[in-house]
């Protein structure tokens, strides 16, 4: 069965740390990973998106990096913010005919303290 | 060049009643995406359609929910006879190309809460 677990389930941080959320897999054959942000009562927002064949890829202070043989990724959040504070899900897309059946965390929450 | 548009934001149904969830994608997508989001849940895929067609239902429970994208107007997510399981958050999203596209955007609506009393 195919499924994604996020830890922690949820941290709090100080303005201006960095912080890393932690994303198991076990799709197979899998195609893509994809982080999303999901602000409280909003639908997620694409932050990055890796195929199979990438280990690392920015988008401004967020880096996710995949570990495809462990089925590991990460989210690194430099600098956080106070605008940082959301639920962070984890995404993954199999390889096939159905790679819209994406498979979803149950997310991060994470909220950056002043 | 509006994103993904939901209506209503929040819906409120007693057990039995109806309820009608519209998504307009973004300009220029023709493919249409649903996810619902159970509480305490990660969203689960529902229903693909594309213009007049319907892809792939299989995450859609077979009875009571139905889905269409017409050729003009917004797809429509509909549950007939409601039930106090089905109060979730539903999630419509629309990508340019089908996703099959391994760098295939996916761009979400802001969902439609619906509560069932």
């Known amino acids: 069965k195919n499924q994604v677990e996020q830890s922690p389930q949820s941290l709090i941080i100080l303005e201006g740390k960095n912080c890393t959320l932690q994303?198991?897999?076990?799709?197979?054959?899998?195609?893509?990973l994809r982080w999303y942000k999901q602000d409280t009562g909003r639908g997620p927002v694409s932050l990055t998106i890796m195929t199979f064949s990438e280990n690392t890829k920015s988008n401004g202070r967020y880096t996710a990096t995949l570990d495809a043989d462990t089925k590991q990724s990460s989210l690194h959040i430099t600098a956080s913010q106070l605008s940082d504070s959301a639920s962070y899900i984890c995404v993954v897309s199999p390889r096939g005919g159905s790679n819209y059946k994406l498979t979803f965390g149950k997310g991060t929450l994470l909220t950056v303290n002043p | 060049n509006a994103g993904v548009m939901q209506n209503p934001r929040h819906l409120v149904r007693r057990r039995g009643q109806e309820a009608r969830l519209r998504c307009s994608p973004m300009?220029?997508?023709?493919?249409v995406y649903w996810y619902r989001q159970l509480p305490e849940e990660g969203l689960k895929f529902m229903v693909y359609?594309?213009?007049?067609?319907?892809?792939?239902e299989s995450g859609m429970p077979k009875e009571r929910f139905s889905a269409e994208f017409p050729k003009e107007g917004p797809s429509i997510l509909r549950i007939q006879q409601v039930v106090r399981g089905d109060s979730a958050a539903y999630f419509c999203a629309s990508s340019l190309w089908d996703i099959l596209d391994n760098t295939g955007e996916l761009f979400f609506g802001e969902g439609s809460r619906l509560t069932v009393l």
């Open positions: 300009k220029g997508h023709s493919h």
């Open positions: 994303c198991n897999y076990t799709v197979s054959p899998f195609s893509n």
């Open positions: 359609l594309q213009k007049e067609n319907i892809i792939d």
